[in-house]
């Protein structure tokens, strides 16, 4: 990772001065991994909506080298309504400061959607995770979701939103929507929909155990025999 | 010849795996000459194949971890051992076999069949890496051996320690040990060292001698550039993690280049892929080849929770804090090899053989040589000795040598050339010979201390002509016993000898013994407890428990439960089996007494050497028990403080005897350590002190021996009555009886009443009437217990020299079980009582830790002898070279003064104007003897000496050779002035620059002293306190204003000084006269502070030790006295507490329920006392308590401190 | 001048006992030299023989039971504070010393209708506050305090009488001073009057300059000034109600009573309070409830803190009618510190707006930031805590985890066994090369399970585990 100075941040919009700045479109977040960034053109929408769709809360893999990073700086990294226990020491083992993780837990389905849209525009958290319809209901409706995307613009703060992958025919008003499900060397990854851009195109992201530095760099195709799992290619 | 794969019970025996003692010591790499297996050049081949299959390939050691389908795995290795036989994780299908390195479809050199593959273990840390290894070195290699390891290394940080105890099991079961060390780089990485052969192990010797010589006792610093070039026979394992370091590898490759391996420890932490990888890796890197190494910390995985604790306590973090500082699993123990197998890739573990097959050195390949620097060139040790015996022998008997002592001196001289002894004796005298030169009184004891060639060369002052040849043999030439000396040194110049024998062998050569600190009950309690996190109150009450347990080996739950604990408590229960097993584990290195270990060659070859606590000292990382096993011989170098007394009570008789004869009326009578500056003929000496005196034995009958060397305490001093000592021989008797062994064996009081003709003396057979008639039919020396074995029972002369080691070391290890049967059965069959059997094994158990030798007994009997005759004739000289000799003795320098006091010698107090700094002799000390029949009646009423036996006992011995004690004219007696060492406070510089200074006229004022003798406001202070200004300044008070107004600069001593206003200040009272004595002296030389309170005391109808005396045997009395002296003795049943009045003492005997119902006043009471019956017989009177007061409140500010033993 | 002294002996051990009664034996201990020994015991403890002075294993022999306190002279003080503000209705002017309290009447006894009266007060109050003194009254602060100690009751007011009731006492209750203690000692100058008759300048050299001086304090010769007490850091009152509230909003107006005051308080101080610990006191003694009231920035703005207030209590749920309303602000800050803080280079998110909206709707234990433990055992090596506060990382949390899932079961869910392998949707397929963990048996919580990474049918990477005691497979983790 290289070095950042503070001007660069500050220059970049990256540190949070308060003031609750409009964003420049088209900014984008890396994220870590080389096939991935490439998939989604530079890396996740930033201070947008975006939407993971699997069958079960996958894609929490791809999210962690973003959250490493962001986490080394002074805002929030807000989960709300996680389905399990964010694992603290394996979070910690991957590069990510537990400190600055804020969990929003026990809460109602509406109670989730009311937290996220305080945490994306208050300007004091950087990333949101969010499991809308965890605790049953029928998760976000097309408006309330863009309520969030309005929010994630106001606070400069990327939302991440993992839906069933039911939801896939519902409406959004999210900046990038994909489809992620289990793969024998990782998660694939399709394009469902990106806003100003093309939908289609897939790619398998190699999140492995702890191979992440490793796999780092390297093509989805030319992942061969460096990458765990080898052996079932 | 067994194939490779070998059974498991084969395999230890394997004979490939040679036992290192079997090959010829062979220095340097020579694989061609080792086992068949080495030239097998096939195996080679296989063994490089194997290697690049390792280390080009890393992916597919990785690749393999991830099985793509259970039944491919299936296929491709042979089927797993059915569930019921094999170790647990490999009870399932699943969990695959990786028993491959990777998908390679060739056939593999090393297929592994349904049995395991041989392995050894090379990176094993036992309890002798201090709070980390949590097993026993033997229990690993008992393990090791059960699990049909073909080798077990054992690599214990730094340190060797444990070496020997592993290879005395490892030779007795027959497992291939090899010796090594793990170290820790300060800029590299950690490392583990195994001894290739004899020169490798030198190497790691000197290594770890280095890196502990360098650093601070307990701590090691070792750096890269230590090794490089220093291991050329050493083989080095670099322990590779998941991030293991490139540039580490580098290194080995670059300096160890073939002996140099990568060690995989797979450990089942979530990290072993990555370090088999990062293995792979490094090995493609640097061409070094990799080995299965454990990590192991314990024989087996349930001293998990130990090895928890050890972390605890090595961390002083209690165990639920630990966190990640305590170790994940319980994996780094020695595991069955199908764990293994399923873990490791076979190749690893058959490398782990393939480096141990390497390491061919053994212990028993250790020569050690006596050093030989004394002899002069040109003569053989032998002929020397034989030169220095006749030397001596012409000395201690100028007018001829008996001929039974010169046949004598031939036939030892003969088996000391026989066994190759010479040079032994040697280095003992040569030690004997410096102190002599410098004036060091010294006396050997031990067996072959003992002897007529002892004695000649004047090693010891025991006359074998006196002794009645009672040694027969003073080295056993069947046994194969190293001889024993151990030399006694005066305890304050003791340092001097050890320094020169550092001198005269270098610190490579020479080095002390380590004594290794185990946990006791008590220490483990402590430190199990912190750990666990228990509260400070509840530790420090289960440790006053733990005296109760103290005896047995195991803390049980009805031991909680009778100390007050619940025993279900589940930390409770936790804290019992850990302390269970934690006892007897070793604790640190600490330095042995005084056992020098000197090699003709270099030690630290032999075994590292390391600093010990002490500056200047250096000991060896193995105690005597190593030493012993390995035939390594050690000189004792020890102190006794009685050494010094007697030789400064001899100094002062012959000072003041010369000063008298040269009649030099005023001045010192301490004449510096240079008594024979007189003139041989006048001068004493202990060799020629009076023998066997019978004033001096009627003094020591009743029990008047207060001060004299070991028959001082409480319980010699009540047998001697009953004893009564005539001769010399009794003396070494009552020397050994009075201890635990004897007591606990029960032989004393069989003794007593045989020697007093109450019992029959009978003997079961006349070979055991040789062996006990001198001691009447009781055992009491070790050696007898031992003589009785072998001709009672049986025993060879090699059994029973290994039943008397074990006898040192039941308490602490166990295992003389076996030989209770054998000494049982071997008796019963020779026709002896079942009865007479058990007590002589009772005897035995008894003996433990405290067997005391005739040999020791009769060395230290010459010295209560010769304290005894100090004692009787030279008081005043006897009680000043005691106080001088402090700290030492049973008695402190009150009751010293107060005993010569009573026999009338003179003393007087410590003041500038006369005192040197150590206690002196002065003439003028008429003294008429003051309450010698009150004394008399207050110990009990001894009678005068009854003369008439001792004497005839002792006319069979040659007349006295040196002055009669009428010579000394006991009708002007010398009186004693107390130094002004007695002064607390007082520095020793500025005593000797009064003493220097003070000329003829003494100091006139206060004002004069401090600038004469250059006094700083501490010394002022403390001679105020003292009461040691007297003639300068008045009373304390006036004294202590004088001082405190003196300035400390001289310059500034000004005149206006003079006209001080000094103001009336009221003189101190009585009471606090004596208090201020005991707090500035620690005696008093006025009134006895009950003598003060006397009359309160009677109003309270408390009787003095006088009033006792007085009354009838039988009789209830109530009494009072400052408590002097608790002790509980061995067994605890009975506390004896000693009381003191102005009158004398009085013996307590309180039973343990009645301590028990009144602890609090017997340990809080300074002023004690009681109601209680008196018992009296023999001349020893007791009072037996039946209950107890606290009286202190009438001391108000009179504290008198007391010594308490508890 | 007139100075009270109130001397409490007990002091060590009452700031124990005053907290809960404390029926069997009890001992407060201290160190000396290195050992520990008693320093004051209950009287339940004197009846076993513990006296003070003794050391405390020989004092655990006497009674095994006893219960050990280590002195905390940090309470001490603190109690002393309290005290002294208590008895800041007494005099403005106020001192302390170990144990000890000063206090200037001469200039308020006459609020109290005179020394009886304002003595009688004293003595009244301290009762129910629950500390025993012992008292004297004299011109000089020294004086005073040593009178209370030395002579209990003792009340002088003019110099002839102090010379007189101080003459006797031991030089040694006047300073434990180490040349003076000497002197004593060896001068065999006992009392203060013994020293009171040396030649001035004589005794100056020999004692050093101080114990002259200090007589010279003693008898009022000199001045003698003393640091004074000031008003705590920190705020607490309670507020008993005249009748009982079973209506949270009713709670308003009392509260509104201690805000007022404490911005006054706050005031006075120059501070902002950002933290208000609420606790409300029930009838029949059952368990107070408390909660805290976060504000965004430290203010001392009654009507603000009271909008706040409203919105959190609104959620409240009374268990029982309440009788009283306390409030405690233990740290208020000065606005400059706050200020400064926020330059500070490393803040942390602590952004408290968000959390203060976040947490007064939906509750704090729904809102809350996460810690690492140091232990193996997956259960326990995290925490739910305060937003913010997971900063610190335990030593080698790095290396544990690496291998292990981003997610975790909050409790491990069976799994059935499936031919010797756990099934979940299907036989699932292990990773060789488990992670063992073992360890708890410290606590009673020990597990000795064997983790392994293992696919599904379903392409999913789970963290399960074989319970190696009981032979079950659990799963324990999601790698999603």
């Known amino acids: 990772m290289q070095v950042i100075s503070l001007d660069d941040l500050k220059r970049n919009g990256d540190l949070w001065q308060g003031r609750r700045a409009v964003v420049p479109a088209g900014r984008v977040l890396s994220s870590g991994w080389p096939v991935l960034d490439e998939l989604l053109a530079g890396g996740w ?149 990106r806003r100003g851009g093309w939908a289609g195109g897939s790619c398998i992201v190699p999140v492995g155990t702890g191979l992440r530095a490793e796999g780092r760099g390297r093509r989805a195709e030319d992942r061969g025999a460096r990458s765990e799992g080898g052996a079932d290619a | 010849m067994s194939s490779p794969s070998a059974t498991v019970g084969e395999q230890t025996t394997h004979p490939l795996v040679p036992r290192p003692s079997a090959l010829v010591p062979d220095p340097g790499p020579r694989p061609a000459a080792r086992g068949p297996y080495q030239g097998d050049a096939e195996c080679a081949e296989k063994r490089r194949g194997r290697r690049e299959n390792l280390c080009k390939r890393p992916s597919e050691t990785l690749r393999s971890l991830c099985f793509s389908a259970p039944s491919a795995s299936q296929k491709k290795h042979p089927p797993a051992p059915s569930p019921t036989t094999v170790g647990e994780q490999t009870t399932h299908p699943l969990v695959p076999r990786p028993s491959a390195l990777g998908p390679d479809p060739g056939p593999r050199p090393l297929a592994r069949g349904p049995r395991s593959s041989a392995y050894a273990e090379l990176h094993c840390l036992s309890n002798y890496t201090f709070l980390r290894g949590a097993s026993h070195p033997e229990e690993l290699v008992e393990r090791a051996h059960a699990l049909g390891y073909a ?68 701590s090691y610093r070792l750096q890269r550039r230590d090794l490089e070039g220093a291991l050329a026979d050493c083989l080095v394992l670099l322990p590779v993690g998941p991030d293991g370091d490139a540039a580490d590898a580098d290194w080995l490759a670059a300096h160890f280049a073939g002996r140099a391996w990568l060690a995989v420890e797979l450990l089942r932490d979530g990290r072993d892929a990555a370090c088999l990888q990062r293995a792979g890796r490094l090995a493609a890197r640097t061409g070094l080849r990799c080995v299965a190494t454990g990590d192991v910390h314990m024989h087996v995985r349930g001293r998990r929770a130990l090895q928890d604790l050890l972390s605890a306590i090595r961390l002083n973090t209690p165990v639920a804090e630990l966190g990640h500082a305590r170790l994940s699993n319980g994996e780094r123990h020695l595991r069955p090899r199908d764990d293994l197998a399923a873990l490791y890739p076979a190749a690893l573990l058959a490398e782990s053989v393939r480096v141990a097959r390497r390491c061919s050195f053994s212990l028993d390949e250790l020569r050690y040589q006596y050093p030989d620097d004394v002899t002069p060139a040109g003569l053989t040790p032998q002929a020397w000795l034989r030169r220095l015996t006749a030397q001596g022998m012409a000395r201690r008997w100028p007018d001829g040598c008996p001929d039974k002592v010169r046949a004598q001196v031939e036939h030892e001289l003969a088996l000391i050339a026989e066994l190759d002894y010479a040079a032994y004796f040697l280095t003992v005298w040569d030690m004997v010979r410096f102190a002599r030169e410098r004036d060091i009184l010294c006396q050997g004891r031990g067996s072959a201390a003992n002897s007529a060639v002892c004695y000649c060369l004047g090693i010891t002052e025991v006359d074998p002509s006196r002794m009645n040849l009672l040694f027969e043999r003073f080295i056993s030439r069947e046994r194969n016993e190293p001889p024993d000396i151990d030399v006694d040194f005066e305890h304050q110049r003791r340092e001097e000898v050890i320094q020169y024998v550092y001198r005269k062998y270098g610190r490579e050569r020479a080095a002390l013994a380590a004594t290794v600190i185990t946990y006791r009950t008590r220490s483990a309690v402590r430190d199990v407890g912190k750990a666990l996190g228990l509260g400070l109150e509840q530790i420090e009450a289960l440790v006053a428990a733990v005296a109760a347990w103290r005896r047995y080996r195991e803390i049980t739950p009805q031991h909680l439960a009778e100390a007050g604990f619940d025993p279900h408590n589940p930390t409770l229960r936790r804290l019992r089996v850990l302390v269970n097993t934690l006892r007897g584990f070793p604790r640190h290195l600490s330095q042995h007494v005084g056992g020098f270990v000197i090699a003709a060659g270099r030690l630290d070859e032999l075994v590292p050497i390391e600093n010990a606590s002490m500056p200047e000292r250096t000991v060896i990382q193995w105690e005597k028990d190593d030493l012993e096993a390995l035939g390594l011989l050690k000189v004792d170098v020890l102190a006794l403080g009685m050494l010094s007394a007697i030789r400064r009570a001899l100094a002062l008789v012959n000072g003041f005897q010369g000063r008298g004869r040269r009649a030099q009326g005023k001045g010192n009578g301490y004449l510096g350590p240079r008594p024979l500056a007189l003139g041989p003929e006048q001068a004493l000496t202990l060799a020629n002190i009076p023998p066997e005196d019978p004033e001096v034995y009627a003094m020591i009958q009743q029990a008047d021996t207060i001060g004299v060397f070991q028959i001082e305490s409480r319980a010699q001093m009540s047998m001697l009555p009953r004893l009564r000592p005539e001769c010399f021989y009794d003396l070494v008797i009552e020397v050994a009886i009075v201890r635990p062994g004897p007591i606990q064996g029960d032989m004393v009081h069989p003794y007593l009443r045989r020697r007093q003709g109450k019992e029959a003396v009978d003997y079961p057979s006349e070979e055991v009437r040789g062996v006990l008639e001198r001691t009447l039919g009781v055992p009491i020396f070790q050696e007898q217990v031992i003589k009785l074995a072998m001709v009672a029972a049986g025993f060879t002369p090699g059994e029973a020299d290994q039943l008397r080691r074990a006898m040192a070391a039941w308490k602490r290890r166990g295992g003389l079980e076996p030989y209770e049967k054998k000494l049982m059965d071997g008796m019963q069959a020779r026709g002896y009582q079942r009865e007479f059997a058990e007590r002589v094994y009772r005897q035995i158990l008894g003996f433990g830790d405290y067997g005391f030798p005739e040999s020791h007994s009769a060395s230290f009997a010459l010295l209560v002898y010769v304290s005894a005759w100090l004692k009787h004739y030279h008081p005043a000289a006897f009680c000043a070279a005691l106080i001088n000799s402090q700290p030492m003795g049973f008695y402190a320098p009150a009751q010293l003064v107060r005993d010569a006091r009573e026999h009338g010698v003179a003393v007087r107090p410590a003041d500038v104007n006369h005192s040197d700094w150590d206690c002196t002799l002065e003439g003028g000390g008429q003294r008429a003897k003051k309450g010698g029949g009150q004394r008399a009646k207050g110990r009990g009423g001894r009678a005068a ?45 500025a005593a000797s620059r009064i003493a220097t200074v003070r000329g003829a006229g003494g100091f006139s004022t206060v004002q004069d002293l401090a600038c004469r003798a250059q006094l700083n406001r501490a010394d002022l202070k403390a001679l105020a306190a003292a009461d040691a200004l007297r003639e300068l300044a008045g009373h304390r008070h006036l004294a202590a204003w004088d001082v405190a107004g003196v300035e400390e600069a001289p310059a500034l001593a000004r005149l206006d000084r003079f006209s001080e206003r000094r103001p009336r200040l009221r003189a101190p009272t009585a009471g606090q006269t004596v208090l201020a004595d005991y707090a500035q002296l620690g005696l008093t030389l006025h009134e006895h502070p009950l003598a003060l309170i006397r009359a309160r005391l009677r109003e309270r109808e408390l009787l003095s030790s006088a009033e006792v005396a007085a009354r009838a045997p039988g009789e209830i009395v109530r009494a009072a006295g400052i408590v002097l002296i608790r002790q509980r003795p061995g067994n605890g049943r009975a506390i004896f507490v000693t009381l003191e009045d102005e009158y004398g003492g009085l013996n307590l005997l309180i039973w343990a329920d009645l301590a028990e119902r009144q602890r609090r006043v017997l340990l809080g009471a300074q002023l004690l006392g009681v109601v209680a019956e008196i018992q009296r017989s023999e001349g020893v009177q007791h009072l037996l308590c039946r209950r107890l007061e606290d009286h202190s409140d009438l001391l108000d500010g009179l504290n008198v401190e007391s010594r308490d033993f508890h | 001048m007139l100075w009270l002294a109130l001397y409490f002996p007990q002091l060590p ?468």
């Open chain 2, 151 to 218: 080798a077990l290394a054992i690599t214990d940080e730094c340190s060797v320690s444990g070496v020997v105890r592993a290879h005395q099991k490892a030779k007795a079961i027959g497992l291939a040990l090899i010796v090594g060390s793990e170290v820790c780089l300060d800029d590299g990485p950690r490392l583990v060292l195994l001894a290739a052969n004899r020169a490798g192990y030198g190497q790691l010797c000197r290594l770890i001698t280095h890196a502990r010589r360098h650093a601070d006792k307990g």
């Open chain 1, 45 to 193: 929408p930033r201070a947008a909506l975006s939407e993971l769709l699997s069958d079960s809360h996958q894609g929490l893999s791809l999210l962690l080298p973003l959250i490493a990073r962001l986490s080394a700086e002074a805002r929030w990294i807000t989960w709300v309504a996680p389905p399990h226990v964010p694992y603290a020491p394996a979070l910690a083992a991957r590069g990510v400061r537990v400190g600055r993780l804020l969990l929003i837990r026990e809460v109602s389905d509406e109670q989730a959607l009311w937290a996220a849209e305080q945490v994306l525009k208050s300007g004091a958290s950087s990333l949101l995770l969010a499991w809308p319809g965890e605790a049953g209901g029928k998760g976000p409706q097309t408006a309330q979701l863009r309520r969030l995307q309005l929010a994630a613009e106001q606070g400069d703060c990327s939302a991440l939103l993992f839906r069933p992958l039911r939801t896939a025919g519902q409406g959004s008003s999210a900046a990038l929507r994909l489809r992620v499900r289990p793969a024998p060397l990782g998660l694939e990854v399709e394009v469902l929909k």
């Open chain 3, 13 to 480: 051990l009452e700031v124990f006992t005053r907290v809960r009664q404390q029926a069997g034996a009890l001992v407060v201990v201290e160190s000396q030299a290195g050992r520990e020994q008693v320093s004051r015991c209950n009287s339940a403890a004197q009846a076993y023989g513990v006296r003070p002075g003794l050391a405390l294993p020989a004092a655990l022999t006497l009674c095994a039971d006893l219960v050990v306190q280590r002195r905390d002279p940090g309470r001490e003080r603190q109690a002393l504070d309290e005290l002294a503000a208590w008895a800041y209705q007494f005099s403005a002017r106020i001192a302390f010393e170990p144990s000890l309290l000063l206090l200037e009447v001469g200039a308020s006894r006459r609020l109290f209708g005179g020394l009886p009266g304002l003595l009688q007060r004293v003595q009244h109050e301290l009762q129910q506050v629950g500390y025993s003194a012992r008292h004297a009254l004299a011109p000089t602060p020294t004086a005073a305090g040593l009178l209370a100690r030395s002579r209990p009751g003792c009340e002088v007011s003019d110099a002839q009488a102090l010379r007189s009731a101080v003459a006797p006492l031991p030089l040694a209750s006047l300073t434990r001073e180490r040349a003076v203690r000497e002197l004593v000692r060896h001068v065999g100058l006992h009392t203060i009057g013994d020293v009171l008759g040396l030649p001035r300048v004589e005794l100056a050299r020999r004692s050093g300059p101080a114990l002259p001086a200090l007589l010279d304090r003693l008898l009022g010769h000199a001045a003698d000034p003393r640091d004074e007490w000031s008003p705590p850091r920190h705020f607490a009152q309670t507020v008993e109600l005249l009748g009982e509230i079973g209506q949270s909003t009713a709670l308003v107006f009392p509260a509104r009573r201690l805000m007022v005051a404490l911005c006054g308080f706050l005031r006075g101080l120059g501070g902002g309070a950002q933290r208000l610990q609420w606790t409300l006191q029930h009838r029949d003694g059952r368990p107070p409830t408390a909660f805290d009231q976060g504000l965004l920035d430290p203010s001392r703005d009654a009507d603000h803190m009271l909008e706040v207030f409203r919105e959190r209590i609104e959620r409240l749920v009374l268990p029982a009618p309440v009788v009283a309303i306390g409030l405690r602000v233990d740290d208020w800050q000065a606005f400059a510190e706050h200020s400064l803080a926020l330059l500070d280079d490393n803040p942390g998110p602590r952004d408290h707006a968000l959390l203060e909206r976040l947490s007064n709707r939906l509750g704090e234990q729904r809102v809350r930031g996460l810690r690492c433990l140091p232990d193996h055992r997956p259960e326990r090596a995290w925490q739910l805590c305060r937003p913010g506060d997971g900063d610190a990382l335990p030593d080698g949390a790095h290396r544990q985890g690496l291998s292990q899932p981003p997610w975790l079961l909050a409790s491990p869910r069976p799994l059935r066994d499936c031919g010797g392998v756990p099934d979940y949707g299907g036989a699932l397929r292990l990773e060789n090369l488990p992670e063992r963990i073992e360890a708890g048996w410290w606590d009673g919580g020990d597990i000795t399970r064997d983790y392994f990474i293992a696919h599904s049918p379903a392409g999913e990477r789970l963290w399960v585990f074989r319970d190696r005691r009981g032979g079950g497979w659990y799963l324990h983790g999601l790698f999603v």
């Open chain 2, 945 to 989: 000496g009854q003369g008439p036996r001792a004497g005839e006992r002792g006319a069979q011995f040659s007349a006295p050779l040196g002055p009669r004690p009428s010579a000394l004219g006991p009708e002007n007696p010398p009186a004693m002035r107390l130094g002004l060492c007695m002064i607390r406070g007082l520095s020793e510089s």
